[in-house]
């Protein structure tokens, strides 16, 4: 069969697509990628075949603009943390307004939308998989009569808050039912002489990499699928000092390649990492780009700086890692059984954090928290204390419990065959 896979650009979204292109690939189906042009650099990077779409959205020029207030509506801990039920109308309601005219119909411009369907109308794909932000890959797969799925990366909280969004516009009086996401599409779909039905938002079913206890349950039918660690971002390369074990635990540090190209800041001040892992008895591996390196003043003796190394390669030799809560890191981590101090600052990366807490798997401390003191005892509690291993590794297992991407594939086959 013929799988489209679309995706806006940003890398970090992209890289959790490739496993599964490639396990269709190597099933024997043709995978076509398609991404506005700064994606495509990515996409060849992956050995995939790539189909450049619309124009660049300059995203991150965009957030310089107006990053503050999307960071404003969401610093709501309930929100943060999925406590959807202390949620009410009127944030819930400036939640959808505000993505939609912020970020859904700026990743998704007329202009991409437009070359994905001209794309399904020549290339005529079976399947249509796409990033559950990218809605151009659910328009073309309802004009062109492809199947559809949802590829997600990430705990789906953004799917889950439309559904309470939902349920409370549902107790309003039909004049009062004001749905910005559904006009938006509706409006789209209305090009292709089409009409919006909630299909469009939740894929006819979504592939989902989260294990269970971090995987929030929506009402849509769900395919599980195994992570599988991907460093397509940066050089994978194993250096010489990693082939040798450690002298003493060994604590990686990282805050991840996204805020290295974008302007969604981490919120998390080097100097204060190293102040507090100077005086600990670990061996620290931190990874920051050549200018976040040059801005640090003073390196403690016991941190080695790098600018790259494969994380599936280093994390089975440290202790524990420490990070910013990005999905990559995350999941990498969890599917090697290390345990994890996150410091989640928004979105799917606090809710992340908090649920790899309540597993026993790692602690969580939320960015604006961050003091050297409470980070140095954190740190001493995931060092020392055994249960974090332990809980790790049945997080680990869970994971590894879960069915292949190439154990996928078949499965996608059937359901594209009935709903194609």
């Known amino acids: ?50 189909a450049p779409v619309g ?43 505000v993505m939609t005219a912020l970020f859904y119909s700026k990743v998704n411009s007329d202009s991409m939308i437009d ?18 932000f990218t809605f151009a890959g659910a328009v073309a797969a309802r004009v062109t009569g492809a199947a559809h799925a949802r590829l997600l990366t990430m705990p789906d909280m953004f799917l889950s808050t439309r559904e309470r969004h939902l349920s409370m516009l549902d107790r309003l009086p039909a004049g009062r039912r004001d749905d910005v996401l559904a006009s938006w599409l509706d409006s789209t779909l209305a090009r292709y002489a089409h009409g919006f039905d909630e ?9 989902d990499p989260m294990p269970e206890g971090i995987r929030i349950d929506t009402r849509q039918p769900t395919v599980p699928i195994r992570y599988i660690p991907y460093n397509g971002q940066v050089p994978s390369i194993v250096p010489d000092w990693l082939r040798e074990p450690p002298g003493r635990p060994r604590l990686c540090v990282t805050l991840g ?44 003796d016991n941190v080695r700086l790098v600018e790259h190394v494969p994380l599936d390669v280093l994390l089975p030799t440290c202790a524990a890692v420490l990070h910013h809560g990005g999905l990559g890191t995350w999941a990498t981590a969890a599917a090697l059984g290390v345990p994890q101090l996150s410091l989640g600052y928004m979105w799917d990366a606090v809710y992340r954090a ?63 065959a009935e709903r194609g």
């Open 257 to 300: 390649m996204t805020a290295r190209t974008s302007n969604w800041s981490n919120m998390i001040a080097i100097e204060d990492l190293f102040e507090v892992v100077a005086e600990l008895n670990v061996e620290v591996v931190a990874t920051l780009s050549a200018e976040e390196q040059a801005l640090v003043p003073d390196v403690p």
């Open 1 to 50: 069969m013929r799988v489209l896979i679309t995706c806006f650009a940003v890398d970090s979204h992209f890289s959790g697509c490739v496993p599964l292109a490639w396990a269709l690939r190597t099933a024997g189906h043709q995978v076509l990628v398609a991404g506005q042009p700064a994606l495509i650099e990515a996409v060849v990077r992956a050995g995939l075949t790539a």
């Open 354 to 416: 908090q649920r790899t807490e309540a597993l026993g798997a790692g602690l969580a401390l939320h960015s604006s928290d961050l003091t050297p003191a409470r980070l140095r005892g954190l740190l001493a509690r995931i060092l020392d204390e055994g249960s974090f291993r332990h809980r790790a590794g049945q997080l680990r297992e869970a994971m590894s419990a879960m069915p292949s991407p190439n154990d996928v594939v078949p499965m996608l086959e059937k359901l594209t």
């Open 55 to 97: 124009v660049d959205h300059a995203h991150n020029q965009m957030l310089a603009k107006v990053g503050a207030d999307i960071l404003a509506l969401h610093d709501d801990r309930d929100y943060l943390e999925k406590r959807h039920d202390r949620l009410g109308l009127e944030f819930l309601r400036g939640h959808e307004t």
């Open 115 to 132: 070359d994905v369907v001209d794309l399904a109308y020549g290339w005529q794909p079976d399947l249509v998989l796409w990033e559950p």
């Open 199 to 207: 299909e469009i938002v939740t894929g006819q079913w979504s592939i």
